[in-house]
């Protein structure tokens, strides 16, 4: 490797493809460039922060349509001051204005894009910005387009709420981070420890809105054993997301936490994405049995299970996180996992896991009424041809 680009890359590469360009190759002279020259390397300081304002367009010259997916930011710098969110030193949040936002974004809805992902981190950091925002792509939705944002749900505060009542069902969707529920692993993480507010705003805006919600959590943080982790799922399950993500904890170079891997025991990968496999709350078992566990909760979380899932825990008396801890084990046992590459075969792995477990219950009659909620969950997810095929080739696996 001869070089390598540190900070934010516009100037930098710009720079450096200019010295190359015009033979100077003057690396010493670029502000966040480091090189290898002579069996040395040599680290330049960083260059200053790019104003928001001077970053073009960068979509004006592409071709768009509606099958077109794009990424889009508004901001640079980080709000998220977490130990195991990566940021630069100097992460002060510099902001495109909003004349201009509005502007890009009704690019993208004039060209009936199919999705907007906006790749700011916690876009709503100034709650009066975000509104803003969101109101004028609801004034200006054309029926197809849907966007994207990561949000921070402390601040989602009930004027928010109220103007996104406006919304059509399939134009937002909020990525928001729970990570834990255990206050004592928040705190050692540096984030906010009253997980309520969240949990309130949360409930609130899945009640009264139709922006679809996906809440995620973190594997592996500091002082949570399965028990805590366990613990964590079933309060987030219990907000009734449509999606709930689970990730495992990496150690990615830059964060605060690396500091403390080994006050914490944390082992983990070399090279990236750095997860972590063991820390002195979980061992290298238990991660692997949880990924599992959590592989299945992703899968039989976003959407089509519905109700077939409600009504097998409420006959069965799990929690959520019992549950599928119970259908992995049955998955293992039965050597089905190559089976779920397939998503008609999730609907067959769970007919048979309910089976079983009706089995053991000695209640037939519940089993034909889980079956009857089955197969809706299947007729809705599918066109009525797959339904069609479906049902000639039967339950079996």
Known sequence: MDFVVRGEPEKVIFNFVKTMLTFEFDFEGIAGLAFRANDRIFINPLDEPV?????????????????????????????????????????????????RVCTELR?????????????????????????????YIISNDNGHSSFVFDVNGDLLDDETIRMLKGAREGLFIFNIDVESTNAEVLSAVGRKENIYQLFYNTSKLLQQTSVRVKLNLTLGLPY????????????????????????????????????????????????????????????????????????LIEAYSCGGFNDSVQTLMHDTGYKPYDFFAKLAEFISANGYEKQLRKKENLYRVLYAFASNTYDELNDTLRMQIFAEALHSDFEGSFPEETVKKFDRKGWEL
């Not at 508004?74 to 949040?93: K, L, N, P």
């Not at 809805?109 to 906006?118: A, C, E, G, Q």
């Not at 972590?276 to 078992?285: F, G, K, S």
């Open 51 to 99: 104003a928001a304002e001077d970053l073009p367009f960068p979509y004006e010259k592409t071709a768009l349509d509606e099958c077109s997916v794009v990424y889009y930011e508004t901001i640079r710098g980080c709000s998220d001051r977490s130990t195991y969110s990566q940021h630069m030193q100097d992460a002060r949040v510099r902001a495109l204005s909003l004349n």
């Open 224 to 295: 949570e054993d399965e028990q805590m982790f366990a613990r964590s799922f079933n309060k987030t399950y219990g907000i009734g997301a449509q999606e709930i993500s689970i990730t495992t904890l990496r150690m990615k170079k830059g964060i605060d936490l690396i500091q403390d891997a080994d006050r914490f025991g944390y082992q983990y990968s070399s090279r990236s994405p750095y997860e972590v496999v063991a820390n002195d709350y979980l061992h290298a078992p238990d991660y692997i049995r949880i990924r599992d566990i959590a592989n």
């Open 107 to 135: 690019y993208f809805l004039v060209k009936s894009v199919d999705r907007v992902i906006i790749t700011d981190r916690y876009f709503n950091y100034d709650t009066e910005r975000a509104y803003r925002i969101w109101e």
